[in-house]
């Protein structure tokens, strides 16, 4: 018989995700804070809670997928929280990206209660949500995630287990400190090839036929071209998400030079209220320290 799964958090990354385990035919149970962003689910066949707890409650295997640490506590820790109503032998999967320390925190707390904890952060943006071709990094016993791969299966292509307890979340802090590093080369090289009086336009297609390629050129160099910032992750989140890559190397004492810059940077972003557009517009913030046109 199917897991009966519990879906918490229904924004553009969590929507798409729990439409998939539907599709699939697994019984879904739905809750999000905004309870009008369930409908469209419960016309498909989820069931609504009124809460986390009721949520935990009600199924084998309960998913989050909300926007910062401090909303994974109050959906799994808080009063009506995952944690008061989860059942021995169940499993709690938390897909946000947050702080690994209070990832093990809410493992340990889950435990207590005689359930297993997964943290399984995803990279894919928007798109690999919709397209269930997300990359998926999971930290938790072998065993949960064994159990649990067949749902991680309909929502994502890539997925590693990686480790114990916030390990997924850990290395989801390297995939974005990768990223941030990438998209500031990529930002700077154009700028600086618009100051330097060439086509940027011509330097990336020469750009992605050497070593210099990838996805963040690809993609994010032609939003750069175009100076097209409409959301698909927005600023705020991954000027969060770069905290979480600071705050993790403050906790093993590795400095993160460029990870450190690029968190600056996005605090510049934040500053200028960019918070709202999507993360490339870090290339705003590049082009305007270099005096070039944004």
Same mark, same amino acid.
């Given at each position: 018989?199917?897991?009966?799964?519990?879906?918490?958090?229904?924004?553009?990354?969590?929507?798409?995700?729990?439409?998939?385990?539907?599709?699939?035919?697994?019984?879904?149970?739905?809750?999000?804070? =905004? !309870?009008?962003?369930?409908?469209? $689910?419960? *016309? %498909? #066949? /989820?069931?609504?809670?009124?809460? @986390?707890?009721?949520?935990?409650?009600?199924?084998?295997?309960?998913?989050?997928?909300?926007?910062?640490?401090?909303?994974?506590?109050?959906?799994?820790?808080?009063?009506?929280?995952?944690?008061?109503g989860v059942r021995p032998g169940s499993a709690v999967?938390?897909?946000?990206?947050?702080?690994?320390?209070? =990832? !093990?925190?809410?493992?340990?707390? $889950?435990? *207590? %209660? #005689? /359930?297993?904890?997964?943290?399984? @952060?995803?990279?894919?943006?928007?798109?690999?949500?919709?397209?269930?071709?997300?990359?998926?990094?999971?930290?938790?016993?072998?065993?949960?995630?064994?159990?649990?791969?067949?749902?991680?299966?309909?929502?994502?292509?890539?997925?590693?287990?990686?480790?114990?307890?916030?390990?997924?979340?850990?290395?989801?802090?390297?995939?974005?400190?990768? $990223?941030?590093?990438?998209?500031?080369?990529?930002?700077?090289?154009?700028?600086?090839?618009?100051?330097?009086?060439?086509?940027?336009?011509?330097?990336?297609?020469?750009?992605?036929?050497?070593?210099?390629?990838?996805?963040?050129?690809?993609?994010?160099?032609?939003?750069?071209?175009?100076?097209?910032?409409?959301?698909?992750?927005?600023?705020?989140?991954?000027?969060?998400?770069?905290?979480?890559?600071?705050?993790?190397?403050?906790?093993?004492?590795?400095?993160?030079?460029?990870?450190?810059?690029?968190?600056?940077?996005?605090?510049?972003?934040?500053?200028?209220?960019?918070?709202?557009?999507?993360?490339?517009?870090?290339?705003?913030?590049?082009?305007?320290?270099?005096?070039?046109?944004?």
């Open positions: 018989m199917a897991e009966r799964i519990g879906f918490i958090g229904l924004g553009i990354m969590g929507r798409p995700m729990a439409g998939h385990l539907l599709d699939a035919g697994y019984p879904v149970t739905v809750w999000n804070r =905004t !309870r009008s962003k369930t409908a469209p $689910l419960v *016309e %498909r #066949g /989820a069931a609504a809670a009124a809460s @986390p707890r009721d949520v935990a409650a009600a199924n084998d295997l309960t998913i989050t997928m909300v926007a910062d640490t401090p909303d994974v506590l109050d959906v799994v820790l808080g009063p009506e929280g995952v944690v008061h999967v938390d897909m946000s990206t947050i702080s690994p320390a209070a =990832t !093990r925190e809410i493992a340990r707390r $889950l435990a *207590e %209660r #005689g /359930a297993e904890m997964l943290d399984a @952060p995803v990279s894919g943006g928007e798109k690999g949500a919709i397209d269930a071709t997300l990359s998926i990094m999971v930290g938790g016993k072998p065993e949960v995630f064994e159990r649990v791969l067949p749902v991680f299966q309909k929502m994502g292509r890539q997925i590693t287990h990686l480790g114990e307890s916030g390990a997924g979340q850990v290395t989801k802090a390297c995939n974005q400190l990768v $990223l941030a590093l990438t998209l500031l080369g990529v930002a700077e090289a154009l700028v600086l090839a618009r100051k330097a009086g060439v086509d940027p336009g011509k330097v990336r297609a020469a750009l992605l036929g050497g070593f210099a390629q990838s996805k963040v050129l690809e993609l994010h160099g032609q939003r750069m071209l175009d100076r097209n910032f409409a959301p698909g992750f927005r600023t705020r989140l991954y000027h969060k998400d770069m905290g979480i890559v600071t705050e993790t190397g403050r906790a093993v004492g590795m400095p993160l030079l460029g990870g450190s810059l690029a968190a600056q940077l996005y605090q510049i972003a934040m500053n200028q209220g960019l918070g709202e557009m999507d993360y490339s517009v870090l290339a705003r913030v590049v082009a305007g320290l270099g005096g070039a046109e944004s």
